[in-house]
């Protein structure tokens, strides 16, 4: 004889209807987790700069993408705690030490001030560098295959001799410079090493050179009054955060002094800066997020080799030529990977 309507195999048929309701509820509740995250976990990145934020939009929300498209989401299973400097270089230690306290997965860094900083605050975090410079001579790792301790990540240059290449397509610009300015920050960790350099650079080349110190923003006046006093023809500055943040007004005293001068990075150029040869800062923070997401997934920094960069942008800024007075050689205007009109 067949089961009644109302049982199935000896079981009434309301309460198979209620397992399988509840069964559905308990599989739509289930979260579904990917690589080694776990359900409901919130990392905490730190992130230290020693710009103002409204300085640095641009690499800020260059991080933000990358780890965005890693599937780090902030609010949802990411927090980022932020902290700038301002431009006051002796802030970052108290920052870095904050960040510490705070007990971050991981530390993100901009340049070699912070990276500085933060190396003395921990050797527990795992910290991931975005823009520093001969990170082996400047003895944060030991070496860029394997970095050994709690640093890894990105390096702008492969050496300090990059720098010196800055000088020659300056002379290229203008070839009948023969007295040069070097504007450079002496504090940093490993900036008298790109200082000897450029000093090199300049004996090949034939071309006095004479560095100016500045290590703070107020200092830029007294510093181009030194170059006019000195006849200087054209300026080299070199890559540090202080010159980042006064991009703007290093542009400007160029510019009020009929000086042409080349940059390390392309936000000067962006500004009014005549030229500028070296790494995308902004794509470097972006690419940071890939090791951001393997540190958090297990790796450790010490095992993950340093990345450097691989390839190095031109810029020229016509517009400022002309007010300048300048005609940009062809050749180097056919080099040029991006032209500024």
Do not use: C
């Not at 530390?107 to 520093?132: D, E, L, R």
């Not at 000195?230 to 943040?245: C, G, H, K, N, S």
């Not at 450097?308 to 040029?336: C, D, M, Y």
């Amino acid at each position: 004889m067949g089961a009644s309507p109302a049982r199935a195999g000896g079981v009434p048929r309301r309460i198979l209807n209620r397992l399988a309701v509840a069964l559905s509820l308990l599989v739509l509740a289930t979260p579904v987790t990917s690589g080694a995250q776990l359900p409901g976990k919130v990392y905490r990145i730190g992130l230290i700069l020693s710009a103002a934020p409204d300085e640095v939009p641009h690499l800020t929300k260059a991080l933000d993408d990358g780890l965005r498209d890693l599937g780090y989401v902030q609010g949802r299973n990411v927090v980022l705690e932020r902290r700038f400097a301002e431009g006051r270089l002796e802030r970052l230690p108290a920052l870095a030490a904050e960040l510490v306290r705070l007990n971050v997965d991981v530390i993100v860094t901009g340049s070699n001030p912070s990276i500085a900083a933060v190396k003395q605050a921990t050797t527990t975090i795992p910290v991931v560098m975005a823009v520093s410079r001969d990170p082996v001579g400047s003895g944060f790792i030991a070496s860029l295959a394997r970095p050994e301790g709690n640093i890894t990540g990105l390096t702008n240059d492969p050496t300090p001799e990059l720098v010196a290449k800055n000088l020659e397509l300056l002379k290229e610009a203008v070839p009948g410079v023969s007295r040069v300015a070097l504007l450079w920050n002496p504090v940093p960790v490993g900036a008298e090493t790109y200082r000897k350099a450029v000093e090199s650079g300049a004996r090949k080349l034939g071309v006095s050179l004479q560095p100016v110190e500045v290590r703070r923003p107020d200092e830029l006046e007294a510093a181009f009054s030194a170059m006019a006093r000195a006849r200087t023809q054209a300026i080299v500055v070199l890559p540090d955060p202080v010159f980042l943040t006064a991009r703007t007004q290093i542009a400007h005293l160029a510019e009020r002094d009929r000086l042409p001068a080349i940059y390390g990075v392309s936000e000067h150029a962006e500004v009014g800066g005549l030229m500028s040869y070296g790494g995308n800062i902004a794509q470097q923070f972006r690419r940071v997020a890939v090791y951001v997401d393997k540190i958090l997934k297990g790796a450790k920094p010490g095992d993950l080799a340093v990345e450097q960069a691989a390839t190095f942008e031109l810029v020229i800024n016509l517009k400022t030529a002309k007010a300048l007075g300048l005609t940009i050689p062809p050749s180097l205007r056919l080099r040029a990977d991006r032209i500024i009109e």
